[in-house]
């Protein structure tokens, strides 16, 4: 049987959804059958034999679309395996360290920690000004070595290739 994952993700800019196409391509490279959906569209989890969910991380917290998807899903996703990323440090240097501890929301942790989810990534996510409402881009004013795509392939490539052995061997990352 051919396994089916699922690859959901919530996004604002667009940074995210690159990272989760990214984990995507490596998964499907490595011979697994692979849907890369919004969050909110991703449907149910049922149908897949492991997730991989991840969201854009804004003020310490995560998009809705994932939190919902998350909480609605709880039961599917604790009966299958589940790595979660968030995406967000802006910056040079190790995305863990940028983030300061907000890289997972701790409110969601307890929900993590009942679907027994096999990892949590934190990767660095990218800024395009144009993109951005005026509040944003005045933001970055003040900071405008945070402008930039600081998302490192490498590392989010190494980590999904990390999920698709865990699949063909059956055992977790």
Do not use: C
């Not at 979660?84 to 942790?109: R, Y």
């Amino acid at each position: 049987m051919e396994t089916r994952v699922l690859v959901a993700y919530a996004t604002k800019y667009g940074a995210t959804a690159g990272i989760a196409e990214k984990i995507g391509q490596v998964l499907q490279e490595a011979g697994l059958a692979v849907d890369v959906k919004p969050a909110g569209q991703a449907g149910d989890p049922a149908a897949y034999q492991a997730v991989v969910l991840g969201s854009a991380v804004y003020m310490g917290r995560w998009r809705k679309e994932a939190v919902n998807f998350m909480k609605t899903n709880e039961k599917a996703l604790a009966a299958r395996p589940v790595w979660l990323f968030s995406s967000g440090p802006l910056g040079k240097g190790d995305a863990a360290e940028l983030a300061a501890g907000w890289g997972f929301p701790k409110g969601l942790q307890p929900i993590a920690d009942r679907i027994k989810v096999r990892d949590i990534a934190i990767f660095h996510g990218a800024v395009d000004l144009p993109k951005l409402n005026p509040l944003e881009r005045l933001g970055f004013k003040s900071d405008p070595s945070a402008v930039g795509d600081f998302r490192a392939w490498d590392a989010i490539g190494a980590w999904a290739a990390g999920i698709a052995a865990a699949l063909h061997e059956g055992q977790p990352a």
